[in-house]
Nanobody, 119 residues
Framework: QVQLVESGGGLVQPGGSLGLSCAAS????????MGWYRQRPGKQRELVATIMSAGDANYANSVKDRFTISRDNAKKTVYLQMNSLKPEDSAVYYC?????????????WGQGTQVTVSS
């Protein structure tokens, strides 16, 4: 089975920075698009950023110029560097990866990591 393991969440003050990582492992034939969603209590899960295998990235308007998504294909890992954090960035962050295995294409999710921005 494919597994995505996240790390890097925690508590940070407004204006601070935090870096998240998400590593994929298991039966992977092809690792395609990867990215991050986030979800706050009582709110719908929203897309934060996506990155294609060659490195082209897209961001939600709310995080543009503050967050940077990147990936290391050799390590099968996607990262999210978050700068100038605001309280409204507080959420559970979930990574995802579109993966081809022996059964075909599937979307896989990390377990989620809590990010809290508070003074």
């Amino acid at each position: 089975q494919v597994q995505l393991v996240e790390s890097g969440g925690g508590l940070v003050q407004p204006g601070g920075s935090l870096g998240l990582s998400c590593a994929a492992s298991g039966n992977i034939f092809s690792l395609n698009n990867m990215g991050w969603y986030r979800q706050r209590p009582g709110k719908q899960r929203e897309l934060v950023a996506t990155i294609m295998s060659a490195g082209d990235a897209n961001y939600a308007n709310s995080v543009k110029d503050r967050f940077t998504i990147s990936r290391d294909n050799a390590k099968k890992t996607v990262y999210l560097q978050m700068n100038s954090l605001k309280p409204e960035d507080s959420a559970v962050y979930y990574c995802y990866a579109a993966i081809y295995d022996n059964s075909g294409l599937s979307i896989n999710w990390g377990q989620g990591t809590q990010v809290t921005v508070s003074s």
